[in-house]
């Protein structure tokens, strides 16, 4: 089975800080700079994260994350006694749409007209 194999294989699987490492690639640390940090060979860290699906559930936490941040911003103005403007969270929206996939490309400004 590939998971087996990759087990056997993998650096990251049998390193004795693999919570360390994913924690740190869940708080978006780059994976080359994993490798790095924890002696692992080059791509290491990245052949382990598509193999047990880290980058989707990176994923989907950075969307909760938006979520959480766009409904405080939208109902209380403020994020962890921060205030939120409208185009932050215009902002957040934005990035949310690009990482579920309902947006390709920011949208381009429109322009308005003169009356
Ligand atoms: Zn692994």
């Known amino acids: 089975m590939e998971i087996e194999r990759h087990r056997r294989k993998c650096q ?3 390193h004795p800080q693999l919570d360390d490492i994913r924690r740190d690639f ?3 640390q ?3 700079l994993l490798d790095k940090k924890y002696g692992l060979a080059q791509g290491s860290a990245r052949r382990h994260a598509i193999a047990m699906g880290w980058f989707e ?6 969307v909760a994350t938006l979520d ?7 109902t209380k103005g403020k ?3 921060v205030r939120v403007s409208g185009a932050n969270i215009l902002k957040a929206l934005e990035l949310k749409a690009k990482l579920t996939g309902e947006l390709e490309e ?6 308005l007209k003169a009356i």
């Open 12 to 14: 990251v699987c049998r």
């Open 26 to 28: 869940m708080a978006s």
């Open 30 to 32: 780059a994976v080359y």
């Open 57 to 62: 559930e990176r994923q989907q936490n950075s």
């Open 68 to 74: 959480r941040f766009i409904a405080d911003g939208m």
């Open 79 to 81: 994020v962890n006694s």
């Open 106 to 111: 920011s949208p381009k400004p429109k322009k």
